[in-house]
């Protein structure tokens, strides 16, 4: 059975750089079907796409957040990460990693990270 | 980018009854890619419908998928106390990949 599981800090200071992790039990992120995404909830709001990432190591991410992310995989150890740059308290939210089919068909629990000081 | 909106924002309903569910696309969603997650307090969301029509694994019939373009439609055909939850649609036609603002689905 596919899992998901984010980790990383809870708590960010502003202008610094948000770092999580998500390790895959159950599956192989290295398969060639799927990709691998981050997604993030800010509280009370809707959902926003990240960025994915395929098991060549190839990228894509938002626009809107292009510039300060970088999505990267090790397939050796299984796991997929997303760092998040220069901070602010708009980027506090759940973040979901998740397996895209797509469509995101598998989501880890989500993980709060509150950027304050 | 695909901007989507749902409506209503809230639906009030009674267990048995039964709940039509609205996304509008602003553009037309390539190839019918469309989703339907089930997002409960606390939790992720669930997949529930993908390519418009066709139910994710596990998922029960009386959770049905329509629409074609930029109108789409989440049907429940009788709402079981586990259904009251909110509801998204999220187009993966094109890149970014967009999420509707939800329909809250509660009980009268």
């Known amino acids: 059975q596919l899992q998901l599981q984010e980790s990383g800090p809870g708590l960010v200071k502003p202008s610094e750089t948000l770092s999580l992790t998500c390790s895959v039990s159950?599956?192989?992120?290295?398969?060639?079907?799927?990709?691998w995404a981050w997604i993030r909830q800010a509280p009370g709001t809707g959902l926003e796409w990240i960025g994915s990432i395929y098991y060549t190591g190839s990228a894509y991410y938002n626009p809107s957040l292009r510039s300060r992310v970088t999505i990267s995989a090790d397939t050796s150890k299984n796991f997929f990460s997303l760092r998040l740059t220069s901070v602010a308290a708009a980027d506090t939210a759940v973040y979901y990693c998740?397996?895209?089919?797509?469509?995101?068909?598998?989501w880890g629990q989500g993980t709060l990270v509150t950027v304050s000081s | 980018e695909n901007v989507l909106t749902q409506s209503p924002g809230t639906l009030s309903l009674s267990p048995g009854e039964r709940a039509t569910l609205s996304c509008r696309a602003s553009q037309s969603v390539i190839s019918n890619y469309l989703a339907w997650y089930q997002q409960k307090p606390g939790q992720a969301p669930r997949l529930l419908i993908y390519?418009?029509?066709s139910r994710a694994t596990g998922i029960p019939d009386r959770f049905s998928g329509s629409g074609s373009g930029t109108d789409f439609t989440l049907t429940i055909s009788r709402l079981e106390p586990e259904d009251f939850a909110v509801y998204y649609c999220q187009q993966y036609g094109s890149s970014p990949f967009t999420f509707g603002p939800g329909t809250k689905v509660d009980i009268k």
């Open positions: 159950g599956g192989s992120i290295s398969s060639s079907i799927y990709h």
């Open positions: 390519g418009a029509s």
């Open positions: 998740a397996r895209h089919r797509p469509p995101f068909d598998h």
